[in-house]
């Protein structure tokens, strides 16, 4: 039985600490994570791969490595996976 309990303590552990870079984010404007992760707030077209996707311009986050990224949660996705 201490056994399940402590295996049960090290999963909610480990849930936690995956998912609280998540909500620190959630808390923010997407600007404001924009800033804090290194990208630069501006309005030009969305790229994709370094090239324009044809979309209007729109408020958004420059990546560092060359993206313009529109969506919030698109760029919560492309910092999770580097």
């Known amino acids: 039985m201490k056994k399940v309990i402590v295996i049960f303590l ?3 552990v480990i849930m936690t600490a995956c998912t609280s870079k998540k909500s620190s984010y959630n808390d ?3 600007q404001e994570v924009c800033s804090k ?3 630069m707030w501006m309005k030009m077209q969305p790229t994709q791969n370094y090239a324009p996707t044809g979309q209007p ?3 958004g986050c420059m990546q560092r490595n060359g ?3 529109c ?3 698109r760029y919560i996705q492309t910092l999770e996976k580097s």
């Open 10 to 12: 090290l999963a909610l």
């Open 28 to 30: 923010l404007t997407f």
């Open 71 to 73: 969506e919030k949660e």
């Open 57 to 59: 311009a729109c408020f």
């Open 67 to 69: 993206d313009h990224i």
């Open 37 to 39: 992760t290194g990208g």
